[in-house]
C-alpha cells in the first residue's frame, strides 16, 4: 500500500506541475472545463435534428437578408441594416461603418454574432451552466475576428492612417513594444506609475496603530473638534488593495467620512507569498477582522463600533457579524456592505469559470505556487468585458495609436493583489460551489453561524451595472435578515459606483428601509416603486451612521500604547506597497 500511495502521489505531483504550467497560458482556465462544456452542447446538438433545422433556416434566411442588404447597398451605400432584429453594437456606431464595403463587413459580423447565439443557446439538455460556457466562448471567438480589430477592415483606422500618414501605427508599434517589455518586467502598465500611495493616492492622514503576519491597521486623523462617539471599521476586500477607498483627496471615501467627524480605521491586507500558501479563511476571520476589532476597542474604549465591508471584505464582515451574535459579543453598532454578496447561486458573470472541474484546476496551480497570481484572476476579469477591456483597448492603443489617460481608479485596478491556495480554495468551495454561507452550513469555531442571527442595523450598497456582484443577488440578503436593513442601488458598476463622491456628474441613486415587520418586496417591484434620487450615495449612508451614532464626543487618541496598540508609523503603511 505504501508504494501504491507512493505512486499515487507522484502521479498527483506530476499533474499539478502539468496544470501549473499551462494556467500560465490559459489564464488560469481549466481546458476540462471548457471541453466538457463544448462536447455537452454539440451532443445535445447532434441529437436534436429540429434545432439544426430551425438554424438552417435561420442560416438560409440570414444568406437573403444579407444578399438583398449587399445589392441595396450597392445602389445605395448607407442603405439602413435589412434584420431590424439585429443586436446593436457599439463597435460599429461610428459613421463610417455606413459606406460601403465597411457597411457589409458590419452585417456580416452582426449576422454571424446572431446565429452563433441561437445556435448555443436553447438547446434541450444542456445544462445552463455548460450553456453558459459555450456561448461565452464563441462569443469570445467570434471578437477576436470582428473586423473592428484589422486594419484593412477598420475605416475608422484607416482614415486616421490617412490622414496622420501612417504615424499613428508607427506610436501604436511602440505602445505594443512598450506594454511588452512591461509584462515581461513586471511592471504597472504605462502611466500607473503617476499615481503613488502616500503621494497622490492614500494620503488622508493617519497612522498604522496595528500590524500581525496578515494586516496593518491604519487609524486616521480627525479633521474636526468633535467627533461621533462610535469609531468606523472598514474591511475591504483582500484581493484588492485598501486605497480604492482612499484614492485621489476629491474621491476618497475616508477623507469625506473623517471631515464629516466619523474616527475612522481601515485594514491593510498583506499581498500574501508562497510562504502564505495555508492561510486560510479562520485566519483572515481571526487574525483580520477580530485582530482590528480587538485594536479599535482598545484605542477606543467603551465605544459599539460601526462596521463597513466592501466585495469579499463584505462577504467576511457578515461571517464575523453572524459569530458574533451567535456568540453573544455585542461590540458592533452597525454593519455596511458595499457590493458584497452573501448568496453565490447567481454570483454574476464570474460562475463562467467556476465549476467542479475548474476548482481542481486552479488547486494545482495553488498548490505549485502557494498563491493564485494577480494577473490569472485580471485575465478573467477581463475576459468577461473583452470588447471594452481588450479589443477596444487594442484598437485604440495599437492601431490608432491612443494612450488612454491614466486615472487614479485605473491605476489603483493595475495594482494588483495574489490570493494564498488554501484561503481561495475553501472560499471558491465553501461559497461558490456550494453557497454554505447562505444556507446556513458555514462553520466558524466548529460551529455553523446563521446570517440571519444578525440584530444590528445593516446598509447595503448595491450598483445596477456590476458585472461581479450583481445587485440582484446582492439583494437576497433581504430574504433573511431579521433586523432593520437599508438598502441602496446607485448607479456605476464594481468600483465607480462605490466611488461615487459628491459632485459626480449623472449619479443617482433608490434608498428604502426594510424592518423585521414588513412583508418581502422583491428586488424588480423594489426598483420599480422606489423613488430615484440625484447625487451621490454618500450623504445617504453619513445621514444614516449619524442617526445611529450617540452623540459628539472629543477625538479619541492616536492608538494605545498602554495596550500594546503604540503608533508604528505614518499611513498608509508597508504593506500596501508589497508587490
Known amino acids: 500500500m505504501d508504494a501504491l500511495a507512493q505512486r499515487a502521489n507522484h502521479g498527483a505531483g506530476l499533474d499539478r506541475l502539468l496544470h501549473a504550467w499551462q494556467g500560465r497560458f490559459t489564464l488560469g482556465l481549466s481546458p476540462a472545463a471548457l471541453i466538457l462544456a463544448y462536447v455537452d452542447w454539440l451532443t445535445h446538438l447532434a441529437n436534436a435534428p429540429g434545432k439544426q433545422q430551425a438554424l438552417a433556416q435561420?442560416?438560409?434566411?440570414?444568406?437573403?437578408?444579407?444578399?438583398?442588404?449587399?445589392?441595396?447597398?450597392?445602389?445605395?451605400?448607407q442603405a439602413p441594416p435589412e434584420d431590424p432584429d439585429l443586436p446593436e453594437d457599439r463597435r460599429f456606431a461610428a459613421p463610417e461603418w455606413q459606406l460601403w464595403p465597411f457597411n457589409l463587413y458590419a452585417q456580416s459580423f452582426l449576422l454571424a454574432q446572431q446565429w452563433w447565439s441561437a445556435a448555443t443557446t436553447g438547446v434541450s439538455g444542456v445544462s445552463r451552466h455548460h450553456e453558459q460556457v459555450t456561448t461565452f466562448v464563441a462569443r469570445q471567438l467570434l471578437d477576436v475576428i470582428a473586423p473592428t480589430n484589422f486594419l484593412l477592415t477598420n475605416p475608422e483606422v484607416l482614415h486616421a492612417t490617412w490622414m496622420q500618414g501612417g504615424t499613428n501605427l508607427l506610436r501604436g508599434a511602440l505602445n505594443a513594444l512598450d506594454d511588452w517589455k512591461r509584462s515581461i518586467e513586471g511592471r504597472r502598465p504605462a502611466g500607473a506609475e503617476q499615481y503613488v500611495p502616500g503621494q497622490n493616492v492614500a494620503i488622508t492622514p493617519g497612522k498604522v496603530v496595528y500590524r500581525n503576519h496578515l494586516i496593518e491597521l491604519i487609524q486616521y486623523e480627525p479633521a474636526t473638534e468633535r467627533v461621533y462617539a462610535e469609531p468606523?471599521?472598514?474591511?475591504?476586500?483582500?484581493?484588492?488593495?485598501?486605497?480604492?477607498?482612499?484614492?485621489?483627496?476629491?474621491?476618497?471615501?475616508?477623507?469625506?467620512?473623517?471631515?464629516?467627524?466619523?474616527?475612522?480605521?481601515?485594514?491593510?491586507?498583506?499581498?500574501?507569498?508562497?510562504?502564505?500558501?495555508?492561510?486560510?479563511?479562520?485566519n483572515y476571520f481571526r487574525d483580520g477582522v477580530m485582530a482590528a476589532l480587538d485594536a479599535v476597542g482598545a484605542i477606543v474604549p467603551g465605544r459599539k463600533i460601526h462596521t463597513a465591508g466592501y466585495c469579499l471584505g463584505g462577504t467576511l464582515l457578515t461571517m464575523v457579524a453572524a459569530a458574533m451574535a451567535r456568540d453573544n459579543d455585542e461590540r458592533l453598532r452597525s454593519?455596511?456592505?458595499?457590493?458584497?454578496?452573501?448568496?453565490?447561486?447567481?454570483?454574476?458573470?464570474?460562475?463562467?469559470?467556476?465549476?467542479?472541474?475548474?476548482?481542481?484546476?486552479?488547486?494545482?496551480?495553488?498548490?505549485?505556487?502557494?498563491?493564485?497570481d494577480s494577473s490569472q484572476m485580471a485575465g478573467a476579469f477581463q475576459l468577461l468585458r473583452s470588447q471594452d477591456l481588450i479589443w477596444s483597448r487594442m484598437i485604440r492603443e495599437y492601431l490608432l495609436g491612443i494612450r488612454e489617460p491614466m486615472n487614479d481608479l485605473m491605476a489603483w485596478n493595475a495594482d494588483g493583489t495574489r490570493l494564498p491556495a488554501r484561503m481561495h480554495a475553501e472560499y471558491l468551495v465553501h461559497l461558490f460551489l456550494n453557497n454554505d454561507?447562505?444556507?446556513?452550513?458555514?462553520?466558524?469555531?466548529?460551529?455553523?453561524?446563521?446570517?440571519?442571527?444578525?440584530?444590528?442595523?445593516?446598509?447595503?450598497?448595491?450598483?445596477?451595472?456590476?458585472?461581479?456582484?450583481?445587485?440582484?443577488?446582492?439583494?437576497?440578503?433581504?430574504l433573511l435578515e431579521d433586523t432593520e436593513v437599508t438598502f441602496v442601488l446607485t448607479t456605476g458598476g464594481h468600483n465607480a459606483g462605490i466611488v461615487s463622491e459628491p459632485g459626480h456628474p449623472r449619479r443617482s441613486y433608490q434608498v428604502a428601509t426594510s424592518y423585521p415587520s414588513d412583508k418581502?418586496?422583491?428586488?424588480d417591484t423594489w426598483q420599480a416603486t422606489v423613488p430615484v434620487r440625484s447625487g451621490s450615495w454618500w450623504p445617504e449612508w453619513n445621514r444614516w451612521l449619524a442617526a445611529r451614532s450617540s452623540g459628539m464626543t472629543a477625538p479619541p487618541r492616536m492608538g494605545a500604547p498602554e495596550c500594546g496598540y503604540a503608533p508604528l508609523m505614518e499611513a498608509p503603511g508597508t504593506y500596501v506597497f508589497q508587490t
Do not use: C
Not at 61 to 77: E, H, K, M, S, W
Not at 456 to 478: E, G, N
Not at 520 to 523: C, I, S
Open 58 to 77: 435561420l442560416a438560409l434566411a440570414q444568406i437573403v437578408t444579407f444578399n438583398r442588404y449587399a445589392l441595396g447597398a450597392a445602389l445605395r451605400p
Open 232 to 282: 468606523l471599521l472598514i474591511v475591504p476586500a483582500w484581493i484588492m488593495k485598501y486605497y480604492i477607498l482612499d484614492l485621489s483627496p476629491h474621491n476618497s471615501l475616508v477623507r469625506y467620512l473623517v471631515e464629516q467627524g466619523h474616527t475612522v480605521f481601515i485594514i491593510s491586507w498583506k499581498n500574501p507569498g508562497p510562504d502564505d500558501r495555508d492561510l486560510g479563511m479562520d
Open 335 to 372: 454593519v455596511t456592505l458595499f457590493a458584497a454578496q452573501t448568496d453565490f447561486k447567481e454570483a454574476g458573470e464570474l460562475t463562467l469559470f467556476i465549476d467542479e472541474s475548474q476548482v481542481a484546476y486552479l488547486n494545482d496551480i495553488m498548490a505549485v505556487q502557494g498563491y493564485l
Open 437 to 478: 454561507l447562505f444556507e446556513g452550513r458555514y462553520r466558524i469555531g466548529e460551529r455553523p453561524i446563521a446570517l440571519s442571527d444578525i440584530r444590528v442595523p445593516i446598509f447595503v450598497v448595491a450598483t445596477r451595472t456590476d458585472h461581479v456582484s450583481p445587485w440582484r443577488s446582492v439583494y437576497k440578503l433581504m
Open 520 to 523: 418581502y418586496v422583491d428586488p
